[in-house]
């Protein structure tokens, strides 16, 4: 999977060559027609994004949001691309500009941004831009987006077309009933005709909202879990890093359960081990409890089981899931401890 990423921060020891071209419009063969206007003032995003789209669109590309104003202008496009931080007019004056020219106003506009918190996502929504798409990314996320949107606004003119022309043969048959030209039985089976086609249009209209709406919802959701997974592996790279170094068995064991706890969201926990008798738990390391707590003092018998295979000599751990339900802790001092501490 390719990401696209902000060259700006780019590590210039890790020996990227990157082939820069003048902003414009990069040739290539358009294969649906549309007409795609970038803003950024970044090179090597620039050049990037253009060779990315022009295999399917026409694309245009400028470095500052007045540049794109004025091409918006000048010469309409079907969707537009626009980095929110750039100098003098950035993405969101940009995307208020246009939504205030009759000509650019319904235009979809997809904001990209390295800042990926939920307050920037937010304004720009609010503000009406379409989408927005942090970065680094999917070069697949980026395509299936454009696409979607552009295909969005094709439905949309279409739909309006429909409309007009329904509303155009609904003002003809008022004429005509005004004129007095139909006779009264057609009279009403026009006007049945036409409320049936409005009719038929409203449930197509809002077919297509409850699916915008679905398709919305799956796509916070998609960027929920990438984000999830994103901070996951950022913990996990650190985490590694810091035990690497770690000569301490028992400190690399409390950094690995403070990071287990974080990621799965779990309020306590503990390493135990099996004591030298291999009656009772011995807790090593522990995270969430009082250094006093009951729990971290009793390990005994309803913890542990024997294993299946009678030729092994040891026991295996005992997963509870249920603490009050479970019969091997029923009447036990353990049961009532752990259920005082909220386990």
Not at 52 to 68: F, R
Not at 75 to 82: E, F, R, S
Not at 298 to 311: A, C, K
């Amino acid at each position: 999977m390719l990401f696209i990423m902000d060259l700006r921060n780019v590590d210039p020891t890790l020996g990227v060559t990157l082939v820069s071209t003048p902003c414009g419009s990069l040739p290539g063969p358009a294969v649906d027609g549309y007409s795609v206007l970038l803003a950024d003032d970044n090179a090597d995003m620039r050049d990037y994004v253009m060779r990315l789209l022009s295999g399917q669109y026409h694309v245009e590309a400028v470095p500052d949001g007045a540049s794109a104003l004025r091409s918006a202008l000048t010469h309409p496009p079907d969707l537009v691309l626009a980095d929110i931080m750039m100098p003098g007019m950035d993405g969101l004056d940009l995307l208020r500009a246009l939504r205030a020219e009759p000509t650019t106003r319904n235009i979809p506009i997809i904001l990209l941004s390295a800042r990926a918190g939920e307050e920037s996502k937010v304004q720009g929504l609010e503000t009406g831009a379409d989408d927005y798409l942090v970065k680094p990314f999917a070069s697949r996320e980026l395509l299936a987006r454009v696409k979607t949107h552009l295909e969005l606004a094709r439905a949309r003119r279409r739909v309006t077309m429909e409309l007009g022309s329904r509303l155009a043969e609904l003002e003809q048959a008022n004429t005509s009933i005004r004129e007095g030209r139909l006779a009264a039985l057609n009279i009403l089976e026009d006007a049945v005709e036409a409320r049936d086609r409005a009719e038929g249009l409203n449930r197509k209209l809002q077919q297509e909202i409850t699916d915008r709406c679905k398709a919305e919802s799956a796509r916070k959701e998609s960027e929920a879990r990438l984000a999830s997974d994103l901070a996951g592996m950022r913990r996990l790279h650190e985490l590694h890093t810091r035990i690497a170094t770690e000569h301490n068995v028992k400190t690399a064991l409390a950094k690995i359960l403070a990071a287990a706890c974080d990621l799965t969201r779990t309020q306590r926990g503990c390493v135990q081990l099996v004591g030298d008798d291999g009656e009772r738990l011995e807790t090593l390391v522990w995270h969430g409890y009082a250094d006093d707590s009951p729990v971290l003092q009793h390990g005994s018998f309803p913890w542990l089981q024997p294993v299946s295979d009678p030729s092994r000599q040891c026991l295996q751990r005992l997963i509870i899931q249920d603490v009050a339900g479970c019969a091997p802790l029923a009447g036990t001092e353990e049961r009532d401890i752990m259920l005082a501490e909220g386990v």
